[in-house]
Each structure stands twice: as C-alpha cells, then as structure tokens.
C-alpha cells in the first residue's frame, strides 16, 4: 500500500517567518511535537517542541513576562527549524516510511512531491491504521501462525485445509527473518468460527503442520480494557 492512500491532506503548518511564540500555541492547540516549516508551499524546515523548548529563555531568567513575550515574539521558526528533513514520497509504500521513522526515532514524516511541495503528513498511526487493515484484525478474530518449508504451494497446502473445514481466510502475511533457513512463517487470519469447529480445525492443522500458536481474540473487550490498579 502506498503513501499517498494513507497520509493525511489535512495539513497543519507554518511559515518560515511564523513567530517561535505562534508555532509553540499551534503545536498545543493541535497536539503534535513536529511542525513542517514552508515557504510558498515548498517543505523547507521542520520545528519540534524540542527546538522550541531549547529556545525558550531558561525558568531563571531576569527578563519580566512582557520582555518575555517580545523576545518569543521576534524569533522566527527560520532561526529554529531543522533544514535536515527526512521525507517521504506519495507513491512510496507504508513500509517504507515505517522503516524510515522506526531507524530516525521520529513519529511522523512530512509527504512531499517532485517539486518538493507539502502535500500531505503520514504519522504513525496512520501506519498503525494500515497494519491493521492489512492484517484484518477487525474481519477476523482468529490467527494462526505457521513454520512452513519455503517451497512453492506450501502456503495453499494450509489455505485448502482450512477451506475444506469451513474456515474463511482474511489475510495471509509472510516473514523470513525469524525463520531458520530453508524456511518461513506464514500467518493466517480467518473469520470467526464456532468453537467445536474452530476445535476441530486446530486438530487437522497441527496434525499435518507444524503449528507455531493459534491465537483467538475478542475486540469486544478492546474498550474494557484497563488495569486497575489498587492503592497499597
């Protein structure tokens, strides 16, 4: 899945000649710790709260509350951004902005075009959104997860057992980097079947496969979930 079908249009940014003060309200006002810094529509900068933080006069200074509010007012983003932008195209997949801000440490990536225009923000939980999306977490609630050779018509050897037992595949997800060699792990979501059958089902898997778990989860206990925790 592609950037550009999961990113945010909706864009939250300022100017490069944007007082530090008004980017600091706008970043609270909003919620969010990075604010993409344009100029006449072209990605230039990023500020963080982290910058803004950096440049706000320390808790110990001298200066009275209106020298403060004159002194926030007059530095502009331009002084503060970050000129150092790590981006993402719109046709670039989920996967790779992922990638992109799991190895930077960052939480979201400003979405820019060939002309380097701000078209968009991707964030992480839009990369949440689509990991769910592409797992079916929501169509199914049953999972399992399998050790198979990685040879061709090993994932429909276990598709047509499951089908043949009344079982509705969601979603098939493949992975090699936890399996040993001359293998992989190939995890299959499918939608809700009664126990006895489901029960059934488990047994034929296990008997013709190697089975790694199998994994049955309820959403409805998504919103009760909470741990409450006792005064000692």
């Not at 008004?22 to 970043?27: E, H, Q």
């Not at 991707?122 to 997860?145: M, N, P, R």
């Not at 126990?195 to 206990?221: I, M, N, P």
């Amino acid at each position: 899945m592609l950037v550009k079908g999961w990113m945010s249009s909706d864009i939250i940014s300022v100017e490069e000649e944007t007082s530090m003060m008004k980017a600091s309200v706008i970043m609270k006002e909003h919620n969010i710790r990075r604010l993409p810094v344009v100029k006449k529509g072209q990605l230039v900068g990023i500020v963080t709260d982290t910058n803004l933080k950096e440049a706000s006069p320390s808790k110990a200074t001298t200066l009275d509350i209106y020298e403060m509010s004159y002194l926030l007012s007059e530095i502009k983003v331009k002084e503060l951004m970050s000129k150092d932008v790590i981006y993402v195209k719109p046709d670039e997949t989920i996967e790779f902005a992922a990638v992109l801000m799991l190895e930077n440490k960052i939480s979201g990536l400003p979405v820019i075009n060939d002309q380097q225009n701000l078209i968009g923000v991707i964030t992480e939980t839009d990369i949440f959104k689509a990991l769910i999306h592409i797992t079916g977490v929501y169509s199914g609630d049953t999972q399992f997860a399998f050790c198979l050779r990685d040879k061709p018509g090993s994932v429909h050897e276990v598709a047509e057992v499951i089908r043949s037992m009344g079982g509705r595949v969601v979603s098939i997800l493949t992975s090699y980097d936890l399996a040993d060699e001359g293998y992989r792990n190939v995890y299959f979501r499918i939608r809700h079947m009664e126990h006895d059958l489901l029960v059934k089902l488990v047994d034929v898997l296990e008997e013709k496969f190697t089975v790694l778990y199998t994994a049955k989860e309820s959403l409805e206990k998504v919103a009760g979930r909470r741990l409450q925790i006792k005064n000692r």
